[in-house]
């Protein structure tokens, strides 16, 4: 086999892999009204399940790095009512500081990827990394009181992209 068709096969089989890997992150398209049977069905099974009063919740956590949540959201009469990416500062400026708890937190933005407790301050924060505008490589931490309250919100870089960044010249 000649060097120019190994490369060739080796190109290949990479951009085949990332059409794979793109498709276990991807959500494809899940239209209004379809049952919660049809969704997992097409999605799998949720990673989490939730209330939401009249409300019937399913989680996706999805992408690299776990940068997006895609929540199902199903009415009282079973039938998909909407399905989005839920990790958004449109949504992470729905939570209130000293009002929002763990579960107003759930049920808008799903699980986190991690959880921090700092016995110095007492708070345990839940971190949500995610494509800011589509873009940047962030980090939302949330921090909950003993009581489950939220006290505070901060949002910056992902430290486990920062080389990358630094390494391409780009900064905040």
Same mark, same amino acid.
């Given at each position: 086999m000649s060097g120019k068709t190994r490369y060739q096969l080796v190109t290949i089989a990479a951009l085949l892999s990332g059409l794979c890997a793109c498709q276990t992150w991807g959500t494809g398209a899940v239209p209004p009204g379809q049952t919660e049977a049809e969704v997992i069905s097409q999605l799998g099974q949720p990673t989490h399940i939730y209330s939401n009063g009249d409300q019937h919740l399913l989680e996706y956590m999805r992408g690299r790095m776990g940068q997006a949540t895609y929540m199902? $959201? /199903? *009415?009282?009469? *079973?039938? #998909? $009512?909407?399905?989005?990416?839920?990790?958004? $500062?449109?949504? /992470?400026?729905? $939570?209130?500081?000293?009002?929002?708890?763990?579960?107003?937190? #759930?049920?808008?933005? *799903?699980?986190?990827?991690?959880?921090n407790f700092y016995s110095r301050t007492g708070l345990e924060a839940w971190s949500y990394p995610f494509k800011q505008d589509g873009a940047w490589n962030s980090l939302m931490a949330v921090y909950f009181d003993s009581n489950g309250i939220v006290r505070k919100l901060e949002n910056g870089p992902d430290p486990a992209f920062d080389h990358e960044e630094r390494g391409h010249g780009r900064g905040r």
């Open positions: 199902a $959201i /199903f *009415g009282t009469d *079973g039938k #998909l $009512i909407s399905y989005q990416q839920v990790l958004t $500062i449109e949504n /992470f400026s729905k $939570i209130t500081v000293d009002v929002s708890d763990k579960d107003a937190v #759930l049920r808008l933005i *799903g699980a986190p990827s991690l959880t």
